[in-house]
């Protein structure tokens, strides 16, 4: 999360002209296996931001779920919480609908970072 933060910092010096008077939301996009729970991810935020030009901001945050599609099948959907390893590199999950072995897609890392005035 550090790294996250030092990258919207960065982010934010580049604005020319930031609205005064407005408050900020930072939306952020995170995939479900790079972080803890949606709890630990705001706290850390908040303990991070502290007494820097982020401090008063707002968060908004979105945790991306991991999904599986399978190619034997066509099965399209998400996988509930748990249901892989977040330390397994290429994880391999059992198809819901037909039991085909299939690698998942997406909750990893950082989705997207956005700054808005409000």
Request: charged letters at 20%; glycine letters at 8%.
């Amino acid at each position: 999360m550090e790294q996250v933060i030092a990258h919207i910092l960065a982010e934010l010096k580049k604005v020319e002209n930031p609205p005064d008077d407005s408050s900020l939301e930072v939306v952020l996009r995170v995939g479900a296996l790079a972080v803890h729970s949606e709890a630990a991810t705001r706290t850390a935020y908040e303990v991070l931001v502290k007494g820097t030009p982020l401090a008063q901001s707002r968060l908004n945050l979105t945790i991306e779920l991991v999904t599986l599609t399978c190619a034997s099948c066509g099965y399209q959907g998400p996988l509930p919480q748990g249901a892989v390893d977040p330390h397994d590199q290429s994880p391999l999950v059992e198809c819901p609908r037909c039991g085909a072995v299939t690698p998942v897609q997406g909750g990893r890392g950082v989705e997207g970072i956005e700054l808005r005035w409000e």
